[in-house]
């Protein structure tokens, strides 16, 4: 029996095939064959068929003024400094990737759709590492590197990592959204013990609730330290590394806006 696809499918197919996404990610986004792209192809460039409206590139908000939805941006900017990259495909395209947990599908769904938010055309992939229990979401377009100027040869923390002016502007107002994103990338909502002697010698436990956000770059640990104190929440780094909230109205903010991870 013949499957149909829709011509949105089609156009959505082939507007990604001109963008340089190689067949075999193509037909994994699109739930079709290999060969079914192909076919699609060779089909339009046959009989010289007009393409749709999907095959305008999307506007970019840096070079084409297009609109740009500032709390979805500073959330994934979050996720980016945390865990994303971005790498070079064909014909000038980029892919970024945001890696999450694989125990956490909810916060992998949020990244795609805020990717859409970002992107308003993109179809992200969600593809599982055959090494690591980790999800990775990817999305292509040529104007990743204007859209996150942070981009760069080497890893984050061996390079300088500043927010230009026009990021600044949107981290200050959503703030929140950034810390979301840092946090749950290299982030975690753990409870903390601690010991007390009382009356009689006795020693007593207790526990209390404590996010941590671990990075090796000195600078996206400014970037969220500064977020934190846009918000009056207190913290602390225990470690060179790691930057503590431990205080009971800190964490009390925090779990407004981040929470556990799930």
Same mark, same amino acid.
């Given at each position: 029996?013949?499957?149909?696809?829709?011509?949105?499918?089609?156009?959505?197919?082939?507007?990604?095939?001109?963008?340089?996404?190689?067949?075999?990610?193509?037909?994994? &986004?699109?739930?079709?064959?290999? *060969?079914?792209?192909?076919?699609?192809?060779?089909?339009?460039?046959?009989?010289?068929? @007009?393409?749709? $409206?999907?095959?305008? @590139?999307?506007?970019?908000?840096?070079?084409?003024?297009?609109?740009?939805?500032?709390?979805?941006?500073?959330? #994934?900017?979050?996720?980016?400094?945390?865990?994303?990259?971005?790498?070079?495909?064909?014909?000038?395209?980029?892919?970024?990737?945001?890696?999450?947990?694989?125990?956490?599908?909810?916060?992998?769904?949020?990244?795609?759709?805020?990717?859409? #938010?970002? *992107?308003?055309?993109?179809?992200?992939?969600?593809?599982?590492?055959?090494?690591?229990?980790?999800?990775?979401?990817?999305?292509?377009? *040529?104007?990743?590197?204007?859209?996150?100027? $942070?981009?760069?040869?080497?890893?984050?923390? +061996?390079?300088?990592?500043?927010?230009?002016?026009?990021?600044?502007?949107?981290?200050?107002?959503?703030?929140?959204?950034? #810390?979301?994103?840092?946090?749950?990338?290299?982030?975690?909502?753990?409870?903390?013990?601690?010991?007390?002697?009382?009356?009689?010698?006795? &020693?007593?436990?207790?526990?209390?609730?404590?996010?941590?956000?671990?990075?090796?770059?000195?600078?996206? &640990?400014?970037?969220?330290?500064?977020?934190?104190?846009? #918000?009056? &929440? @207190?913290?602390?780094? @225990?470690?060179?590394?790691?930057?503590?909230?431990?205080?009971?109205?800190?964490?009390?903010? +925090?779990?407004?806006?981040?929470?556990?991870?799930?």
């Amino acid at each position: 029996m013949a499957h149909f696809r829709s011509q949105e499918t089609v156009d959505s197919a082939l507007r990604m095939s001109d963008n340089g996404v190689s067949d075999r990610a193509n037909a994994e &986004i699109h739930g079709v064959a290999i *060969k079914t792209i192909r076919r699609w192809r060779r089909q339009y460039q046959r009989l010289g068929l @007009p393409r749709g $409206q999907g095959f305008e @590139p999307t506007p970019c908000p840096r070079c084409d003024g297009a609109a740009l939805d500032e709390s979805a941006y500073a959330l #994934l900017l979050g996720w980016y400094l945390g865990d994303g990259h971005i790498v070079a495909a064909r014909r000038g395209v980029y892919t970024l990737q945001i890696a999450n947990d694989a125990r956490y599908p909810e916060l992998s769904q949020e990244v795609a759709a805020t990717m859409r #938010l970002v *992107k308003p055309t993109a179809s992200p992939c969600l593809r599982g590492h055959a090494t690591a229990a980790c999800t990775r979401i990817e999305v292509r377009w *040529k104007h990743w590197p204007c859209v996150f100027p $942070q981009h760069g040869a080497g890893r984050k923390h +061996l390079r300088r990592i500043e927010l230009v002016d026009w990021q600044r502007e949107i981290v200050a107002k959503y703030p929140e959204q950034l #810390l979301r994103g840092l946090f749950h990338s290299d982030g975690c909502r753990i409870i903390n013990w601690a010991t007390r002697p009382i009356v009689g010698g006795e &020693i007593r436990r207790y526990e209390y609730v404590r996010y941590m956000f671990s990075n090796e770059s000195e600078d996206i &640990i400014g970037i969220l330290t500064d977020a934190l104190d846009l #918000l009056g &929440i @207190p913290w602390r780094r @225990p470690r060179r590394n790691v930057v503590a909230v431990s205080r009971k109205e800190g964490v009390e903010a +925090l779990d407004r806006f981040v929470g556990a991870k799930k």
